[in-house]
């Protein structure tokens, strides 16, 4: 027994090894094997997709240059390429080729190396999916593991479904997978309407992409493709007669379709993939396959970024011309949200998409200049004040914390007293700081940042120019609750993510909260569109937009940032343009001539909802009265400029006007008595 017991142990450690490497391959590594459901169903990932809100194709979640097709879409020229060449009995093994494998063998063992492979199309597919990345060099483990995935994969699925895997998997060089990729990598087409020299040409790649591939030798790629067509004439897919004739054929490689597709790709999706990224971690979603339902919308993106490009050419060029040197490259962002759900439609981050770069749109904090006016007037008008409430446009100087502060207007130009709306739509500064002032700074910071404001705001005096910091997103969303009747609501990029089977796996719902008199927002609306109509946002109209537009104009004091944020019944937009590094622009730069023509240039453009039947309409709990435009009182019969103004219930002007002295005299006193009788007759 002593002499027998090493022969025992050895024959038993035998047994072992053989039963744990069977017990190894039955079970896929340890780690089990797919079930025939999950093999059926597997898909090549193809990077996931992003979709916009209509469910118009946007790009990739990750830069995998595949697209599936299936195998009746793939000329029978160009499987009979891949199979002569790759696999020439793919139709008669049961996954393993047992004669290539001998083949292979002796070759092998009598070059002392690996000198020739054995893989057949079954067990490609299997590398390049089921067992992908499990093994980081070849090695007997990975083969064994190849082969009995190989086994599963035949016992489960067609060989014509094996074959439209691996044609739709395979690694074709230039970082593009699939022959439907490659082909439009390489000939500008899709494989269905690839020639057989092209078919040839692909079926050439999979050995050594780098090395075949036509970009790099063409030489070289061209003997590897005639040899492919002698290949199929010697396994009978095609004659003598057609292998000369697509010899003749010269190479001609066109532009890649992949490079068109990424240089038009929306630059708001590095913004959607960030979202992604966030929520894949916090809930463990693979990434690969999933479908991203964005709140996008694909033409509105298009001419945001159109309009942003345009516009910081023609900025850049006058700013060069003015410095005489070009100091710099002119920056842009934009965003346009939903008025109602929050749902961001357009957002650009830069005058020039570049990929992974800084999205100013959402991470730039500058200063919004006159933009920021509108949070002063809603502060004033939630204390009883009104759109013909009277201040002074006159120099002011202020004096706090021991120093003097004398705000200016643009151009120092004053125009006196005049009423709310007025001072708003030609954006005087001193009127703004004064109705600031009066209403107290603190209101202001607490009117912006119930609207959605949410970067730091100090209640000092100049916050009534826009002298804090904001983003262009919070800006343009804080503007939401004047266009949709009083509701804050919370910009948000990515709706729904859900798997390529259609399950939702997360999803985002808008988020509303009423935070403003519906009657002050139907006021402070009204006081923008006189922005748009008459004031300082003029150029809307120039460009010919005729829809019911309010909005504001933004120019800080050194003309280094240009605003304009505008909006309708149903969407609000805003445009920043300015150097990433703070200077001015030019000597006279503003909001109105920079900003306003992008915003028209972009809804004209790319904004396709029909608003005619949507204008806003004053609230319950309002009254209508016909003022005296320069006064704000009630307009008498004379008065050379009214206008109809809607008022809160008990804050209407009681008093007529008397301030014109048109006839001259006694008759202009008589005209006002006769006035007053006659309204009180109606």
């Known amino acids: 027994m002593r002499r027998r017991w090493p022969s ?98 002796v070759r092998n063992t009598a070059a002392l190396g690996v000198r020739e492979g054995f893989s057949t199309i079954t067990m490609q597919v299997v590398r390049n999916t089921f067992i992908a990345g499990r093994f980081r060099n070849r090695s007997l483990d990975r083969k064994l593991m190849e082969m009995r995935f190989s086994r599963l994969l035949e016992q489960n699925l067609t060989k014509d479904q094996i074959l439209e895997l691996y044609l739709n998997v395979i690694y074709l060089g230039n970082g593009v997978y699939g022959v439907e990729g490659a082909s439009r990598d390489l000939f500008g087409k899709g494989v269905k309407d690839a020639s057989l020299a092209e078919g040839a040409m692909l079926a050439a790649l999979p050995k050594a992409p780098s090395v075949y591939t036509p970009r790099r030798d063409a030489r070289r790629a061209r003997a590897r493709r005639d040899l492919v067509l002698s290949l199929m004439v010697r396994e009978g897919h095609i004659t003598a007669a057609r292998e000369r004739a697509a010899s003749a054929q010269p190479l001609r490689i066109a532009k890649t379709e992949w490079e068109r597709f990424a240089s038009d790709e929306p630059s708001a999706l590095t913004a959607v993939r960030a979202v992604v990224d966030s929520v894949v971690r916090k809930f463990d979603i693979a990434a690969a396959d999933l479908v991203i339902f964005t709140t996008l919308d694909a033409s509105a993106q298009r001419a945001a970024e159109r ?123 001193v009127a703004a700081v004064r109705v600031s002032r009066a209403v107290g700074e603190a209101r202001v910071v607490e009117a912006a940042k119930r609207n959605g404001i949410t970067s730091t705001l100090h209640p000092v005096p100049a916050i009534a120019l826009g002298a804090m910091e904001v983003t ?44 403003l008199d519906p009657r002050d927002a139907y006021q402070i609306t009204s006081m923008l569109r006189s922005v748009v109509d008459e004031g300082t946002g003029t150029a809307v109209r120039a460009a010919g937009i005729s829809t019911p537009v309010a909005g504001k104009t933004g120019t800080t004091n050194d003309g280094a940032d240009v605003w304009f944020v505008g909006y309708t019944p149903s969407v609000v937009a805003g445009f920043w343009f300015g150097f990433d590094a703070r200077r001015s622009i030019s000597g006279n ?46 307009a008498q019969e004379w008065c050379p400029v009214t206008r109809t103004e809607w008022f809160k219930a008990g804050t209407e002007p009681t008093e007529y006007c008397e301030g014109h002295d048109y006839l001259g005299g006694w008759m202009g006193d008589m005209g006002s008595r006769i006035g007053r009788l006659l309204r009180r007759i109606r």
């Open 8 to 105: 025992l142990a050895a024959l038993g450690l035998s047994i072992l090894a053989v039963v744990v490497l069977d017990i190894w391959l039955a079970s896929c590594g340890f780690s089990g094997c797919p079930s025939p459901e999950e093999i059926r169903a597997f898909r090549p990932s193809e990077g996931g997709r992003i979709l916009d809100h209509k469910g118009e194709m946007l790009g990739r979640i990750t830069p995998v240059r595949r697209q599936n097709v299936p195998l009746a879409s793939v000329p029978e020229h160009v499987r009979s390429a891949f199979i002569a060449t790759e696999d020439r009995r793919f139709y008669e093994h049961n996954g393993l080729d047992w004669r290539g494998i001998a083949r292979a063998s």
């Open 307 to 429: 309009a942003v490009s345009r516009r910081a050419a023609i900025i850049q060029r006058e700013s060069n011309a003015w410095n005489r040197k070009r100091v710099g490259q002119v920056q842009g962002a934009m965003v346009a949200v939903d008025a109602h759900t929050g749902e961001i439609r357009a957002l650009v981050g830069s005058s020039e998409y570049e990929r992974g770069g800084f999205n100013r749109a959402l991470g730039a904090r500058r200063q919004p200049g006159s933009a920021f006016k509108p949070f002063v007037y809603a502060a004033a008008l939630a204390t009883g004040l009104t759109p013909a409430t009277i201040v002074d446009d006159e120099p002011l100087e202020i004096r706090d914390a021991g120093r003097v502060w004398i705000p200016a207007n643009y151009g120092h130009q004053y125009e006196g007293r005049m009423t709310f709306r007025n001072a708003l739509a030609t954006s005087s500064n």
């Open 472 to 515: 262009p997103v919070e800006l343009v969303a804080a503007y939401a609750p004047f266009a949709n009747g009083g509701y804050r609501v919370m910009p948000f990029l990515v709706s729904r993510i859900a798997s390529i089977e259609g399950k939702t796996l997360w999803s985002a719902q808008p988020q509303r909260a009423a935070v």
């Open 589 to 634: 730069a503003n909001g109105g001539r920079h900003a306003a023509p992008a915003w028209a240039d972009f809804y004209r453009n790319g904004w396709k909802v029909d608003e005619s039947s949507s204008a806003w309409r004053p609230p319950p709990g309002m009254t209508r009265e016909v003022i005296d435009a320069e006064t704000g009182l009630i």
